[in-house]
């Protein structure tokens, strides 16, 4: 019988390791993902060694008094000993200890039950919708470049509006090294982002303040990765977003559980047309678009 466990925090050097699970696991996360997991949250991010070989990971992403548990992850030789239960009660035992008061991740069906015996709460389900991005008819947008400098309230507030979560610092950063554009609709506001997956382009954070921006943003989104398999991931609670995940050909692929340990948020996911990807939660962004449907930009495509 193999020893119980050791749990440390993770390092650059175990990336390839953390691939090689992404990879058993058939998950759509690369390496940039891992990288920005430890640029922003170099004490949250842990490996599991069994006799001194890595054996599962975790990491943890926080925004003030919320936090995001993702990338639970166990090699399949390691499977079935308690590892993933143990890296999570160690990251929600770090989590507590910084006092945070709210803890969420999204659950596979398999992941569920395990996650309410650690005294997790579901709140609504995901569906992942995949196909094949369609360039759509007479579709204009006009966009601008949201750089490190821009300071936008309106567009930060419906962020925090929309997660319950202050991402201002999240946000400025992305900015500062990766694509990052934003609008305002004349009927209203949104925003959509994207990042490069292993398996499709995972289109996501998308948000909106009403239900014909949100469909005028992703059919953008799906404009600019025309030909490119997809993934979207949207909250049930958005009937529109599915309705419209339909009707331009993508199909469900498979369903995840919001879930949440501690103070409930009082989030708004009728407005959320697609998320980041449910493993990642708010997680990491390979790069994030804003933008409106007005005129087509050059900045997008």
Known sequence: MKSLANIRLMQPADIPFGMNLVQQAGWNQVEADWRRALALQPEGCFVAEQSGTPAGTVTTCRFGSVAWIAMVLVDTAARNQGIGKRLMEHAMAHLDGLGVETQRLDATVLGKGLYEKLGFTAEYEVVRMKGIAKAAEDIETDAMRWTSDTRDATLLALD???TATDRTIFLHELAGSHPFFYSLFEDGLGYAGSRKGRNAVQIGPAAASGPEVGRQLCNAMLHHFSGLPVF??????NKAALRWARSVGLEEQRRFVRMYRGKKLSDCPEMIWAKL?????????KSVIQLSVKKLSGAIR
């Not at 979207?232 to 609670?237: H, K, S």
């Not at 990807?277 to 962004?285: A, C, E």
């Open 277 to 285: 990807g449910t493993r990642k939660g708010l997680g990491i962004l």
């Open 232 to 237: 979207v991931d949207i909250p049930v609670p």
């Open 160 to 162: 925090a509006r929309v």
